[in-house]
């Protein structure tokens, strides 16, 4: 199975930025991004597929940029315009197939996670 380790979490203010990497021993066909605040349920932040795009959550579109950079088996999260409300575990996936999903149960391989704390 592939080995992810996430990086770049931090905290940060509200209406800032960070980006968040995801370092893979392989390249996956999906890769995506995932988020668990306290209390809730793990869900789908941005997901991308090798060959048919990209697909993001209605609450991060137009703030957050999904991307892979092949070479270096390594995924990212760019994060614009912070909210308090994106606080929370980010973690990252991969899966094979063919579309991109941020569905949780449809991937096997997870990393360890990065926190991400946005103050208001």
């Known amino acids: 199975q592939v080995q992810l380790v996430e990086s770049g979490g931090g905290s940060v203010q509200a209406g800032g930025s960070l980006r968040l990497s995801c370092a893979a021993s392989?390249?996956?066909?999906?890769m995506g991004w995932f988020r668990q605040a306290p209390g809730k349920e793990r869900e789908g932040v941005a997901s991308i597929s090798s060959v048919r795009g990209t697909t993001y959550a209605d609450s991060v579109k137009g703030r957050f940029t999904i991307s892979k950079d092949v070479a270096k088996n390594t995924l990212y999260l760019q994060m614009n315009s912070l909210r308090p409300d994106d606080t929370a575990m980010y973690y990252c996936?991969?899966?094979?197939?063919?579309?991109?999903?941020?569905?949780?149960?449809?991937?096997?391989?997870w990393g360890q996670g990065t926190q991400v704390t946005v103050s208001s």
């Open positions: 996936a991969a899966r094979s197939g063919l579309w991109p999903t941020l569905a949780p149960e449809a991937y096997n391989m």
């Open positions: 392989y390249n996956s066909a999906i």
